[in-house]
């Protein structure tokens, strides 16, 4: 498509599996936000049959929103009911996110949409080789393929097989002006049981396997009966998902759920992350956490697995809280010497939130999707 002009206004479909609650899904929600009154016409596909949670909050700033849920077998050959539901938004550009690619690029082309872009999110740890080939494919109706790290644009590159000249970083971004470090709102840690005088180790995210929370739990358990002694310490997790009953009863099973919170859904993170003395990401596989980046902007010092884009969002300065393979008494270690070494969590904490925003800000992430979508990038 020829690059739009500056004044021109411009039809953007978004096509996701579901937005039901999530990282990717977050991201969604916040494009259609920031566009939302602009030169850009926003439009909303979820391809789950529902809604969702995130996608409700958003419905009365886009001009058209389908929950469809496609035919299988033929329609990977001719999704002919997604190819009018795009048609229907009169799109000049289809922005499709991981977990909906082939189809939707199909559907796309079908209906002789002038531009498609594509954003992946990060790929699963468990990745066969079938699904490469149908992106690999997908990938020659797509435009522009955007990776949100260049981890991701590497893998792209070499495991999916994605021409270079395709793809191009766009690194995800969050409000550093929102997400700023402070004390956490009054009441909220007697909401918890929280003492006044604890630390808190949290997370937030899907209780699904690839999030690996019993991982966390497992390594709350290592320092709570471990031979340091101090000050209360408690683990809160956000979130919920198919492993939260196993995650409870871990907990009881290793004798911490005295110290363990499941809040359950927030729709205030910012609470949370102001609450947490520490941030722990212990993921099978991640693209680059939104909820990690909107950690760090609030000052939580991170502890993290070393997958996907977790040590590249820290950097180098902070190599040493991104834990390489997994070894549950390393990662407690490392959880261990960030709460209780004089100095570190305070420092650790300081340069995360200065990483995100010299190079993860909401706006970088905004202006380079404007570019994406005008044909610029």
């Keep these: ?14 096509v996701v599996f579901d937005l039901e609650g999530g990282g990717m899904e977050s991201l969604v929600a916040e494009i259609v936000t920031r566009f939302a009154g602009t030169q850009f016409t926003m439009s909303v596909i979820t391809l789950s049959g529902r809604i969702g949670r995130t996608g409700a909050r958003i419905r009365a700033l886009v001009d ?3 929950a469809i849920r496609p035919v299988p077998g033929l329609s990977m050959l001719a999704p002919l009911g997604l190819s009018r539901a795009i048609a229907r938004t009169r799109p000049d550009v289809v922005h499709l996110h991981s977990g909906a690619w082939y189809k939707p690029a199909l559907a796309a082309r079908l209906a002789r949409v002038p531009r498609i872009v594509f954003t992946e999110h990060g790929r699963a740890h468990y990745d066969p080789a079938l699904l490469r080939w149908l992106d690999r494919t997908a990938s020659r109706w797509t435009d522009v393929v955007l990776a949100v790290s260049d981890g991701v644009a590497r893998y792209l590159r070499a495991r999916v097989g994605v021409d270079e000249s395709r793809i191009r970083t766009v690194p995800n971004g969050v409000d550093v002006e929102c997400f700023t470090p402070g004390a956490p709102p009054e009441g ?12 808190v180790i949290g997370s937030l995210g899907r209780f699904e396997s690839v ?18 002694r101090g000050c209360p310490l408690h683990l809160v997790l956000c979130g919920d998902g198919s492993q939260r009953a196993a995650l409870e009863r871990q907990a009881a099973a290793l004798g911490v759920a005295d110290g363990v919170r499941f809040p359950g859904w927030t729709d205030t993170p910012l609470a949370f992350y102001r609450l947490f003395d520490v941030f722990a ?20 010092a991170p502890v993290v697995t070393d997958v996907g884009a977790n040590a590249e969002l820290l950097g180098p300065d902070l190599a040493a809280q991104s834990i390489s393979g997994w070894n549950v008494d390393a990662f407690a ?16 904490g300081r340069i995360a939130r200065q990483r995100v925003v010299e190079r993860y800000t909401l706006e970088g992430m905004i202006t380079a999707y404007e570019r994406a979508y005008r044909g610029l990038l």
């Design 333 to 348: 270690s490392v959880l261990d010497s960030t709460l209780h070494e004089p100095g570190r969590r305070a420092t650790v």
């Design 1 to 14: 498509m020829a690059a739009a002009r500056d004044n021109d206004q411009v039809r953007v479909t978004q």
């Design 211 to 228: 999030k690996a929370y019993d991982r966390l739990v497992g390594a709350y358990a290592r320092l709570v009966h471990g031979a340091r």
């Design 64 to 66: 058209q929103f389908y």
């Design 188 to 199: 909220l840690r007697a909401s918890l049981r929280l003492p006044a005088d604890g630390m």
């Design 281 to 300: 990401l212990t993921s099978l596989s991640e693209g680059a956490s939104v909820s990690l980046l909107e950690a760090m902007s609030c000052g939580a």
